[in-house]
């Protein structure tokens, strides 16, 4: 019996050191509920504008929710080189009831099908600390996007 327990410590004290030792976990990365918009400068022009929010992807050392349009149109070169909106971030700070609307920034995509060439934009919120709700609203008829993060600042 004895022999027995001392050959249960073993893998019980190992088990409790490696969970000692293991590494901190960050929060995860959130990817948002895309926004599906028409858009304008091509016809026609149709798609989504995609959000994530990381919280070890920081712009300036502000925490970020980054935006890009993904469009697809038909390529005629004599209507447009491109399709785009105007989107627009409402958030709210789920814990402290604080809330905002950041300014409205153009967003568009040169590819008509594919991949998108467009850029990520960084929308950097003053959310304060706590659960923040980001709804993501375009100036063309839409179904919003939405995503929920936790923001540490």
């Known amino acids: 019996m004895r022999m027995f327990r001392s050959l249960?410590?073993?893998?019980?004290?190992?088990?409790?050191?490696?969970?000692v030792a293991a590494p901190a976990q960050a929060d995860p990365v959130t990817t948002f509920t895309p926004a599906n918009t028409l858009g304008g400068g091509a016809f026609p022009c149709f798609g989504q504008i995609l959000a994530f929010h990381d919280p070890q992807n920081t712009f300036y050392g502000r925490q970020t929710?980054?935006?890009r349009a993904d469009f697809t149109f038909l390529p005629i070169p004599i209507l447009a080189r491109g399709c785009g909106v105007m989107a627009t971030l409402t958030w709210k700070n789920l814990d402290s009831g604080a809330s905002g609307t950041f300014p409205p920034v153009s967003l568009g995509d040169g590819t008509a099908f594919g991949p998108t060439d467009a850029l990520w934009v960084p929308e950097t919120l003053p959310t304060g600390p706590g659960r923040v709700?980001?709804?993501?609203?375009?100036?063309?008829?839409?179904?919003?996007?939405?995503?929920?993060?936790?923001s540490p600042e």
């Not at 709700?133 to 936790?150: A, L, M, N, S, W």
């Open 65 to 67: 929710v980054w935006i």
């Open 133 to 150: 709700e980001v709804t993501i609203d375009t100036d063309f008829p839409h179904t919003p996007g939405k995503g929920t993060f936790y």
């Open 8 to 19: 249960l410590a073993v893998p019980v004290a190992a088990a409790a050191l490696l969970a």
